[in-house]
């Protein structure tokens, strides 16, 4: 098949259009216009997912897993056209959009098998105790249960794993809930062709139409009508700390408030103990120009801050790493937007007090090179500006006079999605007191590792304390995030008959 977008919004199972439109952004290639969605698309599309829970949320589990499975095969039916158009768009080279179209579809299978197994139900079971003195005790059973219909929103640096039919979506229909995501305007035509995908499953596995919706817009209008509708029972965001604490705020707000699951990025420090500088000085510098760099430092998970202690080692670090990263290649950015966010975080930067320049370089329009800078812990931490997320591929070096000054770094950190150890035998003992502290920063911790990239599997956890997201309890990543869309109900004395089938 050759993919050519229509422009067109999917909502309860037919394809609509909309008077205003708004042109896409592309990387290369052809520009093509697209529906731009209103209050009334997000009304029809809402009330259809409150309709289709009726029947969706009390399915088996057999017929959800066969749901998303279907979805991965359309997806893959798809995939010379998704790589095509997602490259034009986005910049992003052919294989990092195959590799990221395996991953999306690879999730989809896993929460298909997670839901078989069925260990997220967590029943549980106290039979009853007619005869306890001095009082009875009823039959109690709990199951969790989905919550409802699930409003989604995509994000820019992921067209795939992390947008349509990506994480948050994918946790949510396994749960039981309906979807309605809110496409990214960095990307509409990915979108819709993924859209299509998940469509053509609805109709092959006779699902209820308005189990998936799909709205694009280029503004803010359908975000906030989403995320205040009053059938909307939860929301999943990856984005900007901006764009998603507006959008938690208007959550909270509600005359309901619901969960407002947003990842809004993070710095992810690097800590490098002086043994292993001493010994891998290099390997790690250039391990870190690297991850640094990867898709133009445009992940959550990208490793912007590198603690160490000064001393002629450390120095001999971070020229390497300097010269690393001189060798990179301008990097086209997502959007023009990013590309300009990018310049202005890297000025800011450059104009802090105490910040010393390692490595300058100029990006202009959409492009992107790499910068490195460096500082004194004791500016760092009079600064709380440095900290704040640079999306891109830029670099800062804290130089810490004693572990003591490395540990005191940590404490002042916020919220990380990541926090990162280098260490060899001889560091143990000193590291041992970052990790009581770092445990409370981050939702996941390495040691001798980059923390770009992130497993999709039962154990990971992308997530961490405000800002890195607003629900520390939560991950967008790994099986464990179907738990955002479900909640625990207490069945008491229920006939066997009413009862759901998973408890029976």
């Not at 158009?85 to 991953?103: D, Q, V």
């Not at 039959?139 to 989604?152: E, S």
């Amino acid at each position: 098949m050759t993919f050519m977008p229509h422009g067109k919004h999917l909502i309860a199972g037919k394809w609509i259009t909309s008077e205003q439109t708004f042109a896409s952004s592309p990387a290369v290639g052809e520009v093509y216009d697209f529906s731009k969605g209103s209050v009334v698309n997000v009304n029809d599309a809402v009330e259809a997912a409150e309709l289709a829970f009726i029947d969706y949320g009390y399915l088996s589990r057999e017929a959800r897993a066969d749901f998303l499975n279907a979805i991965a095969d359309e997806i893959e039916a798809r995939g010379d056209d998704i790589t095509k158009i997602g490259c034009s768009e986005t910049g992003l080279p052919e294989a990092r959009l195959i590799g990221e179209r395996g991953r999306t579809c690879g999730q989809l299978r896993l929460f298909a098998q997670h839901i078989m197994q069925g260990e997220y139900l967590d029943k549980r079971h106290d039979a009853a105790l007619p005869e306890r003195q001095p009082l009875p005790r009823n039959d109690l059973k709990l199951i969790q249960r989905p919550i409802g219909p699930i409003a989604v929103f995509g994000a820019s640096n992921f067209p795939l794993a992390f947008s349509t039919a990506g994480g948050d979506t994918a946790a949510a229909l396994a749960a039981g809930c309906p979807v309605v995501v809110k496409g990214h305007s960095a990307h509409p035509g990915t979108g819709e062709i993924i859209a299509e995908a998940v469509h053509a499953a609805i109709i092959k596995c006779n699902m209820p139409a308005g189990v998936f919706s799909f709205i694009q817009d280029n503004g803010y209008e359908v975000g906030a009508a989403l995320v205040q509708h009053p059938l909307i029972k939860a929301v999943g965001f990856t984005g900007s700390l901006a764009g998603g604490r507006a959008l938690f705020n208007l959550c909270a707000a509600r005359p309901e408030p619901i969960p407002f699951f947003g990842e809004l990025g993070s710095i992810n420090p690097m800590f490098l103990f002086p043994n292993a500088v001493s010994n891998r000085g290099e390997a790690l510098a250039k391990g870190w120009a690297a991850s640094l760099t990867m898709g133009a430092g445009q992940f959550c998970t990208n490793p912007g801050v590198a603690v160490l202690i000064a001393g002629p080692e450390t120095d001999l670090f971070v020229s390497t790493v300097g010269e690393s990263l001189s060798s990179v290649p301008t990097q086209t950015m997502l959007t023009d937007g990013i590309a300009a966010s990018y310049r202005v975080g890297q000025q800011r930067i450059s104009a802090s007090t105490g910040v010393r320049e390692v490595l300058s370089t100029s990006c202009e329009s959409r492009g992107a090179t790499p910068y490195l800078y460096s500082v004194t812990a004791a500016e760092w931490l009079k600064n709380k500006a440095l900290a704040e997320e640079v999306f891109g591929p830029l670099g800062i070096v804290v130089l810490a006079s004693s572990i003591e000054e490395m540990l005191e770094v940590a404490k002042n950190l916020e919220g990380q999605l990541t926090c990162t150890i280098h260490v060899d035998d001889l560091d143990l003992n000193a590291a041992k007191n970052f990790l009581p502290v770092l445990e409370r920063k981050a939702g996941r911790i390495l040691a001798n590792a980059f923390p770009t990239g992130v497993e999709v599997c039962d154990s990971m956890v992308h997530g961490g304390p405000y800002p890195a997201t607003t629900n520390f309890g939560a991950t967008s990543v790994g099986t464990m995030a179907i738990r955002r869309f479900v909640r625990p109900v207490c069945y008491q004395d229920i006939p066997a008959g009413l009862l759901p089938d998973d408890l029976i």
